[in-house]
């Protein structure tokens, strides 16, 4: 299966997620997630890896902390 490039709307649209179900909405993906988005299905409409998705947590999280000190 050949390997497909990130859909550059990813980082240039904030409402786009890579999902024909959501039609393509962040917005209508975050709705049908009362409970919050799983990591698995943030992965796959962000187009990133699981390793990937950790460490832009890890990093959000950490500049969370700095900034309440």
Do not use: H, T, W
Not at 16 to 27: A, G, L, T
Not at 34 to 56: A, E, H, M, R, T
Request: aromatic share 8%.
């Amino acid at each position: 299966m050949p390997i497909r490039s990130k859909d550059s709307r990813i980082e240039s649209d904030k409402d786009f997620v890579f999902s024909k179900k959501f039609n393509n909405s962040m917005k209508l993906l975050i709705k049908n997630y009362p409970n919050g988005v799983p990591d698995k299905v943030i992965c796959k409409v962000l187009q990133i890896s699981l390793d990937d998705f950790k460490k832009l947590y890890n990093n959000a999280i950490s500049k969370l902390r700095d900034s309440v000190k």
